[in-house]
Every structure is written in C-alpha cells, then in structure tokens.
C-alpha cells in the first residue's frame, strides 16, 4: 500500500473515533438532561455527614485539574469530569468576611462551621471580637459548630487534613481563637495568655476532646521546644509551657477507659485495628504533610489523604448514630501560594480521588456528602489553545505586542513574577510542566494572593437539593444541620415532621431503623476512573502506599455516570470502520 492509502486509511481513522458532528452533541445533551431528571430529592435524615473543603479550590483549578487528570489518562482532557463534579447538586459560594472581601481560610472554615460569618484571621468567634485581643473574646462571643452540634446526638467526629491540624481550616471547627496564629502557647503574646493556644483546645476542650479521628501534621504544636522531633533531628517542638499534649491526650483516653492509638508514621498507621480503636490521633509531620507526589510511601512515610479517609470512616461508621467527618485537601492552597500549578493540579486529583474512595464505602440514601472550598486562588486559564492542547505547556497563542510566548496557566499575584530588562521573560526554553516549575505572576509577592471570586459547592445524599443557586457561605452550615437534624435545625418543625415521616416508614415495611447497605451498586464505573495507569488505582491512592488495601466495592446510591464523556476513543464500530477503510485502500 503507497503512503496516499496510508494517509485515506489515517483520516478514516480519525474520522470514525473522533467524529463530534451535531449528532454527537444532541445525543451528549439529551443524555445529561435524562441524567439530570432522574435525579430525585431525598428529604430523609441523615446518619451521617461527609464535608470536603478544597483548600483554594477555585473554579479555574478545578477545570484545570479536570484537564490535566484528563491527559494524563490519554484523553483530550476537556471532556473529563473529578469526581465530586458528577455529583447531583450544585451553588455558588460567596466567600467574604465580614471585614474582607478577599477572605481568608479563618473567616471562611467559621462560617461554613458555625453558620456565622467572622472577621478575617478569627477562629471560631463572632464579628464582635477583635483581631488578636484575647480580652474581647466573651463565651457569647464562642459559636458552637458542627462538630459540636453532631456530639450532642451522640455521633462520633473526626477530622482528617494534610495540613497541620492546628491550621486555620480544621481549627475553626473546634477552636475559638482571636488570632489563626495561635497554634501553641508561644505563639501567643505574654498578656494574652490566659486564652489556651488551638492546640491545648483540641486536647482539653469540647469538641476537640471528643474528636474520636485527628489526622494531619503539625507535631511541633504539641511538643515542648527541649523536645527533638521524632522525624527531622534537627528540628524540635515549639511549646513553652513545657507541655506534651500528646501524653495529655493519652492520659485523657486512659482515664476515660477508651481504647485510643496515637501514630506518627506509616509502619504505625497500618497496625491500626480499626474495630477496636475508639480514638486515634496521628500526627504524620512536624509542620504540613508532604505533597501527593512528594510523599514517601515507605513504612517511615506518611498515609496519602485517601488511606486516611479510609481509616477514618472505618472508625467512625461502627457508630450506630451515625457520624461527622471533616476532609481537607489543605495543600492545593499551598501550591498556589507558591505558583506552582502542577503541584495544585496535583493535589486537587488527590482530593477527587479520595472523594471516590469516600464514595465507595458510605450509602448515599443515608449520607450527606458535601464538597466545596473555604475560597478561591487567582489562577486564570489564558490563550486561544487547541483542544486537547496540553494545560502545562505554552498555551497556543503568542503576545500581539511582544510577540513572546505565554503559559496557559498564570497568576494574579504571587513569586512567579519575573523581571527581565526587556520587559518579560521568554519561557520558550522554560520547562513549564515540571514541578518546579513557578507560572508567571503579573504582580511580585513572596506569597499568591486568594482570590475573591465564589467558589462551588457540590453535594449528594439527604436534603443534598438545599445546595443551590447563589448562597453564602455561612448557610452551608445549616444545610448540614436540616440534612441530619441537629444543632440549630433539631428542633425544628421540619425535622419533627421528617422524624415521624421516618419512624412510620420504618413501622410500616417493618425495617430496621439502622439501614442496611443496599444491594444497588454504587454506579457504573467510568473507564477514565477504573484502574487507568500503573500509578494511581481507582481508590486515589498511590499503589505503593505502604501495607494499603482497597476498600471492598461500596453498595451505595447512583451518582451521575459523566454523561458527558465526550473524549475521542475506539469503539468496536469504529474498529469495524477502520478496518474496512485498510482493506479497501489496500487493494487499490
């Protein structure tokens, strides 16, 4: 056969596998709106409560993890969807303090905590606190949280992070702080010691004593500064009161005669048994845990986010009240801040990976899964680039004015600025995709700047339908609370009514008030989520984790199977097709 029957056979290749003609599209949107009214609302009350906070998940890192996952797994990328995206319900999620309009993660974890909206850099306080004065804060200044609102009925907590656990985020879930700072006593100033660190209210205080799941880094809190870290012998605790929390810690459980497992690394990590450990406290970093792709996976590293949730749940789910579980993907936040783009897209696939891993262990009829960020980066998406062009590389176009090439990933503000004596640097020769790697930034910062744009909120399971449209940010706390009935919704007539309606239902089937897993399957896989390389399985985690097992299938409710799944790849008519065009060009 000549090269011109190579070249027909090669159009007929790519015209029976990518075709997207208007056929291709009323079929793709036909199948989302039959997808979408399927979709039924689930006014039940729920067992449980799974939050997931994308630290600095804006919506531009979000489509650009969508890409990368995407094309990474040999697709064209755009197509793609992460996993918490196929999830029914969605809103967008005003952000600002209530003294910024650029927020930060203090004011923003408090009011999807507490319902209440805050002042910037204040940790579980109300607006009438001032910044870093201990003496303004009053116990009617203190708000009361989910977690706190869930221990009331007797649910068991956890919090899981990849950042220190005293950090800004997890803190405003149990802490009440006039400054994010105040992570250990020698943080705080002399005069304003008589207000205990974060890390001293985690120990001592409710909720943070009953918190049945801590996970995360930050052993430097918890240590005294004579202390030697048992990881990195040249660095030691930061506590000046002479205090080991984690002996505290001990000593509490102790006491109250539970069995409890304090761990630092993998090799104790996966002795865990879980059915007979009732509180577990791991401490993975003196500072923040590793990224995903920086982690040691050996027994001396740290468990990826997605072991962690795993062990979490296992943990947690013996409850038979049910449970409130808190997920950070703290460190997409970090990258950022640094302008380093891959290790956010990075980081962002990790957190979606372990949404799936979530996903496959809890049953949607009886669980809120609630996903979405405390608030937004300023990374932007730029250039005129094909489809399926690669998102970390040079984007399409070049300047009109300068006439120099320009990423398709870049920054508002941040380190990635650099100042050439021609005016801007020529990345041509740059290696853009490599970790790192810092994008351009049109402002110099030692640190990126957030972003004050909304963030998305995206949601499964009972009462899941509240999310939606325009809210802020504060209100998501009282979805969770209508969505199980507790706290500020517990009393209410609608749960009332929702309690009845559940306990006559129950009467009349003649079932069991504590569900049983259904025998539906979770959903039907799809192929970009089943196995797709030799790197990551289908549970978001490395496969090298060490002594890591998959949890089993999950029996949990459908979610959206991605209909729009639009990439370019071979199906048996498209095999059929392409064989007939080199049979037939052959015998030219």
């Known amino acids: 056969m000549n090269w011109k029957c190579w070249l027909v056979s090669l159009i007929c290749l790519v015209e029976s596998v ?36 994308g630290d600095g998940l804006s919506l531009a890192t979000a489509t650009a993890a969508r890409i990368y996952d995407g094309q990474r797994h040999g697709t064209t990328g755009e197509e793609n969807n992460l996993i918490f995206e196929r999830l029914d319900h969605t809103a967008l999620i005003k952000t600002y303090c209530t003294n910024k309009q650029v927020a930060d993660s203090a004011c923003t974890a408090t009011a999807i905590a507490s319902g209440v909206k805050t002042k910037s850099r204040v940790i579980g306080l109300d607006d009438s606190v001032l910044l870093a004065n201990c003496s303004t804060v009053t116990d009617e200044s203190k708000l009361s949280t989910i977690l706190r609102w869930a221990q009331e009925v007797d649910k068991s907590t956890g919090i899981v992070t990849t950042t220190r656990i005293t950090h800004a985020t997890p803190a405003a879930f149990y802490a009440h702080s006039a400054d994010r700072d105040w992570e250990d ?55 000046s009161d002479k205090r080991n929390l984690v002996e505290d810690w001990v000593a509490d459980k102790f006491k109250r005669n539970f069995a409890y497992s304090y761990v630092h690394k ?30 040691n996976n050996s027994a001396d590293g740290q468990p990826s986010l997605s072991r962690m949730v ?35 897209l990075e980081e962002t696939i990790s957190f979606s990976n372990t949404i799936s891993t979530a996903l496959k262990m809890v049953n949607l009829e009886e669980t809120l899964v609630l996903v979405t960020a405390d608030h937004a980066h300023s990374l932007a998406i730029s250039g005129y680039s094909n489809r399926g062009h690669p998102i970390l590389k040079l984007a399409g176009t070049r300047s009109d004015v300068d006439a120099k090439p ?60 509240l999310v939606d449209g325009v809210m802020e940010q504060n209100s998501l706390a009282y979805v969770m609370a209508y969505s199980a009935c507790i706290g500020p919704a517990r009393k209410t007539q609608l749960c009332t009514k929702r309690r009845l309606e559940a306990s006559s239902a129950a009467k009349s089937f003649d079932v069991p008030t504590t569900t049983k897993k259904p025998t539906t399957p979770f959903f039907t896989p799809d192929p970009m989520d089943i196995d797709r390389d030799a790197t990551v399985d289908i549970y978001g985690t490395m496969q090298g984790d060490a002594g890591y097992s998959p949890p089993a299938t999950g029996e949990v409710l459908r979610i959206h199977s991605g209909a729009n799944d639009l990439s370019c790849r071979v199906n048996i008519f498209s095999v059929i097709w392409i064989i007939g065009c080199i049979y037939f060009f052959t015998t030219l």
């Open 310 to 344: 795993n062990t979490a749940v296992k943990i947690l789910q013996k409850n038979k009240k049910g449970y409130f579980l808190m997920v950070e993907g703290g460190r997409i936040d970090h990258a950022h801040h640094e302008n380093h783009a891959r290790y956010a």
């Open 18 to 53: 990518c075709s997207q003609d208007a056929d291709f599209w009323k079929k793709q949107a036909e199948n989302l709106i039959q997808d979408h009214l399927s979709v039924k609302p689930n006014t039940k009350i729920a067992k449980n409560i799974i939050l997931f906070i």
């Open 406 to 465: 320009y990423t398709t990933l870049m920054y508002a503000v941040g380190p990635g600025y650099v100042h050439v004596p021609d005016g801007r640097e020529n990345v041509t020769e740059k290696l853009t995709d490599t970790k790192p790697y810092r994008q351009h930034s049109t402002v110099p910062a030692s640190s990126a700047a957030h972003d004050g744009e909304d963030v998305v909120a995206y949601a499964q399971g009972p009462m899941a339908h």
């Open 266 to 295: 993998n090799e104790e990590f996966n002795e865990i048994d879980t059915e007979e450990t009732d509180y577990l406290l791991g401490l993975f970093d003196h500072s923040h845990m590793k990224y995903e792709s920086d982690r």
């Open 185 to 239: 006593d020698s943080a705080v100033p002399e005069d304003h010691r008589h207000c205990k660190d974060i890390a001293r209210q985690l120990v001592e205080e409710l909720p943070g004593r009953d918190l049945k799941v801590i996970l995360g880094g930050g052993r430097r809190h918890f240590f005294p500064r004579d202390s030697t870290d048992v990881q990195y012998t040249n660095r030691t605790g930061r506590r």
